[in-house]
């Protein structure tokens, strides 16, 4: 049933990367670093961890070498030159502790990782069976998919690089906006990579044996309780919704508590997971449910002109004149650029502004970013022109990405 074939890591909590007391709980099978800048100004990672922490540290080359210096393991010299560390009576194979010594650069580091290679680690936020997982594994097939419990911490876990990417919502064709993701697009440094479309298609799920009838409470993220608003009213559940922090996530917190009277909005693969049962299937609003995701990357990827691409930036207009919006639109107007997104958000330096008019009097303006998707490539000299245009009415412009535009068919799940 489930067409992808990526793989599930321990996950990554926004208290790894915030100071941290050692009575913090820690999920089971996730790994809690703590990351302290020293007196040389690098970073040290402590660590905290469930069941897995050791193998995840051994796979991952920056905490296996970081994680050496905290554990009191024994380390014998094998002859061949590596380091075999004994952690626990379990012997591992320290591959960075081996030679310390810089080497040098091949080919290989100068090209980018593969698109759809394996072991590539791939952040996402929620936790196993939510549809951020999917959208990973649909994004990069046989990646290692890693769990995180905040959006921000997949953002940190790439620029840590603890991830090679992260793939984050943006949009849903009935909830709108994934608010929160723009902004942090903003305060991080990544780049957009790719896009891509995931049908979503929801499941009510309950604890085996409970009935419809037997629930006074629905949990899910609140995107998912939005898509199916309409639904539950018209299957008769005049039940409290409560927002949680991912689809998963709540069937997971009701198989955990055993809770008989609360069900969980999420995907089959949730139900199958966590030991659920479906009490009804595809309860979002609409067949045609789709929700947008964004690759992030470290490094942007070359713009190309030989196949659909799109471009995503981000500014704001200039202190004087009210006509900007309309100036900036028409730059992409005049060259034939179809928009396929805006969106405004707070200016958070500059929320708002004051502006004094002799004739008028005083009004308070707000500030906004404005956030444009468009159809051209960054290497199309049309995109270019529009974009040195642009740069003449906004005090602020960065390009976010330009990437391939998702152009897979994809067709409601059968049975909506
Ligand atoms: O909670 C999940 O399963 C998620 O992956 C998050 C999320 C979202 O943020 O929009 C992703 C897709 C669906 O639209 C519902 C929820």
């Known amino acids: 049933m489930h067409a ?47 069941s897995s922490r050791a193998d995840w540290q051994s796979s991952c080359p920056i905490l296996s070498s970081n994680a050496d210096s905290q554990h009191q ?11 075999i560390t004994t952690l626990n009576g379990h012997k591992r194979l320290d591959l960075i502790a081996v030679d310390k010594r810089p080497k040098p650069l091949t080919i290989a580091d100068l090209s980018p990782p593969p698109m759809h290679g394996s072991n590539l680690r791939v952040a996402y936020q929620g936790v196993p069976g939510a549809y951020s997982e999917a959208a ?29 990417r992260a793939v984050l919502p943006v949009e849903n064709s009935l909830g709108g906006s994934i608010h929160r993701n723009y902004d942090l697009l903003l305060r991080h440094r990544l780049h957009i990579v790719g896009e891509v479309q995931l049908p979503v298609h929801h499941c009510l799920l309950a604890l085996p044996g409970v009935r419809k009838e037997f629930l006074n409470r629905v949990i899910s993220h609140p995107q998912a309780l939005s898509q199916c608003e309409q639904t539950l009213t018209k299957l008769g559940l005049k039940v409290a919704r409560e927002a949680v922090d991912d689809t998963a996530g709540a069937a997971e917190f009701i198989a955990a508590n055993n809770l008989r009277d609360t069900a969980a909005i999420a995907s089959a693969r949730a139900a199958d997971l966590y030991g659920l049962d479906i009490l009804a299937d595809g309860i979002q609003d609409d067949s045609s449910n789709v929700t947008r995701f964004v690759m992030l990357a470290r490094e942007p990827i070359i713009p190309r002109t030989d196949r659909p ?20 639109l028409s730059a992409f107007a005049f060259r ?37 998707d468009f159809e051209a490539s960054m290497a199309d000299v049309r995109a270019q022109n529009a974009l040195a245009e642009v740069q003449e009415f906004t005090s602020f412009l960065r390009v976010l990405g330009s990437y391939p535009m998702d152009m897979t068919p994809w067709s409601p799940s059968p049975g909506d």
């Open 309 to 328: 691409f799109k471009t995503s930036i981000v500014f704001a207009a200039q202190d004087k004149g009210t006509s900007v919006l309309f100036k900036v």
């Open 4 to 50: 992808y074939s990526y793989c599930s890591s321990p996950g990554i909590s926004l208290k790894s990367f915030t100071s941290q007391t050692s009575s913090q709980r820690v999920k089971p099978g996730w790994i809690s670093i703590q990351a302290n800048i020293n007196n040389n100004g690098r970073f040290n990672y402590s660590y905290e961890g469930g």
């Open 336 to 372: 034939n650029i179809s928009l396929t997104k805006i969106e405004s958000r707070p200016h958070r330096n500059r929320p708002i502004r004051i502006v004094d008019d002799a004739n008028v009097g005083t009004a308070k303006h707000f500030e906004y970013m404005y956030y444009v």
């Open 136 to 164: 990973a594994g649909k994004s990069y097939p046989n990646c290692e998919a890693i769990p995180c419990d905040q959006f921000e911490v997949a953002f940190q876990a790439v620029e840590l690089w603890l991830a090679d």
């Open 73 to 83: 393991g024994t380390e014998e010299n094998s002859g061949g030159g590596e380091i």
